[in-house]
């Protein structure tokens, strides 16, 4: 058995496998299927300081080799996760992550706040790229300067690990994690989903309601390994890659491009046990090379 | 309900008449509890268009013969991957997925069961679970045409069976809800899967009369588990999952303005 812990800034993380947030409910809702507490860490809903009920019906298109969503970060606010749902989860024996949401820079900052009070949870990761939400969200991942003064206002009030999640959807995702950088993030995730829209041309409509959604599965992992490569060169801090992972070999990709852990999202909808399968086969990768640990192959793709 | 993820066996593959399979599913070990009105998560391989798993209904389960049926009408590519299994073939399924159908109370002796196109899936096994429980339900199936009536004989063996076509080519001509029967009898509770027009119309007919109503939706899914939140109905108390909220919902839960 290789060694497969990782560190994300102070976290430590027994294999390098995440559920990405909004993809892996709160957990339970698979804990039939896998021992929940074998994945290095689980990152949960998208929460906001408020009750959200997200956007209308039809929410989900199906893509070739991946799919449209435009949930719009539905959740009952932190308030409800803290009395209702961290009791039933705090206790397990892993890494439980919170993604932040928000539409103001003091909605972000209060409802860091309220999870930094919360033993149980080492770290938040902060969505400033939610592409299905009117205001706020993915607006403040799109410009260095907006990216810049909401993480600082977060770092001020968090002092846990802060991850911060990037927006593919920009011109230079490496000038954004710099910013984020330098405004105090300990790292950032990359890759949340791509915009794009999906058309019933019978109906001569679109098939969501909010006509955009964000696309996510199989076919966006070329741009996330591209961009996960391109931000692990630019930046110190350590970073996590996701975006179209479906099995070991696309996670050990990610890796090599310069990601110290990565995420699984939309995979866990055709496979509720492939966050564990993919651990495993991480570990196969690194036997049948000859690594001792999984951080010796951590960015050390062979470009000359 | 405990939830499992299975490699079942083909056991037959029978095509039907019009656009429909029947499919029958067996394994080594006894399959797992399931109840009237929750589905599967089945994974198509060999499909490039098919990404996401299909929900599939839970259409009848044999106990003697330890065989899971589906009833499947072919649409797209992913139906017609599952028309192409042969027997002995593997199908990866997650299961059982959603709530259920709830049984009547004790007051509610006549049961309508409504089922339009292959909205009929769900129903034979309701039936079969009624009958067991000593009811006599009242099936009621709407279809296009003859050739869209799928196992008739089967829900003979249940209870009563009436039929409407639109083209007048089998039963009474028209929809399920210009059927006679619904002069002639009264029902206490009435159970319902089709397409949303005919359900919606079911609803409308149970509400003017004071029915209860139970509606089996069919909203796209991609977890099928409650993880996702896709696949949303709106209710009276907000959004709800039709995979794990549902897909069974009571019409005075819904905001169905009908
Ligand atoms: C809880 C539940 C139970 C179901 N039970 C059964 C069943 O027992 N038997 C059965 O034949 N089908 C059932 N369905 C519908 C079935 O899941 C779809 O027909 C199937 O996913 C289509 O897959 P496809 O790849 O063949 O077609 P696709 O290529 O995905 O779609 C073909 C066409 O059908 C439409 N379509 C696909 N899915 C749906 C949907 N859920 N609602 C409305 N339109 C849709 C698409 O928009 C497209 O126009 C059920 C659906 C749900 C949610
Ligand atoms: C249904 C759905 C809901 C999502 N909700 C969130 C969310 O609440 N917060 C967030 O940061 N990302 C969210 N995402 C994005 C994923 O976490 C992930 O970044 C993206 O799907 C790419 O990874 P994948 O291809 O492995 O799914 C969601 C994705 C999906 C498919
Ligand atoms: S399909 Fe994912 S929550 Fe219902």
Redesign the pocket.
Known sequence: MADLTTNIGKLVMKNPVMTASGTFGYGEEFSDFIDISKIGGIIVKGTTIKHREGNPYPRMA?TPSGMLNAVGLQNKGVDYFIEHIYPRIKDTDTNILVNVSGSTVADYVATAEKIAALDHIPAIELNISCPNVKEGGMAFGTSCASAESVVSAVRKAYGKTLIVKLSPNVTNIAEIALAVEAAGADSVSLINTIMGMAINAEKRRPVLSTVTGGLSGACVKPIALRMVWQVAKAVKIPVVGLGGIMNATDAVEFLLAGASAIEIGTANFIDPTITIKVAEGINDYLERHGFKSVKDIIGQLETA | MRKYLLDLTVSSNEKLSGNYILMKLTSEEKLPEMLPGQ?AEVR?DGSP??FLR????I?YVDRNTNELW???????????KLADLKKGDLLNVMLPL?NSFSMPTTEQKELLLVGGG?GT??MLMLGSVLKNLGFEPTFLLGARSKKDLLQLDKFEAYGNVFVTTEDATYGEKGFVTNHSILKQKKFDKIYTCGPTPMMKAVAAYASKNGIECEVSL????ACGIGACLCCVTDTKEGHKC?CSDG?VFNIKDLKWQI
Request: aromatic content about 6%.
């Open positions: 199906e | 589905f198509v268009s098919t299909r929900p599939i209904s259409h589906f009833l499947i009408q072919l649409v797209g590519d992913g139906t017609r959603g292959v899936a769900p069919e909203n796209t899914m039709v897909p």
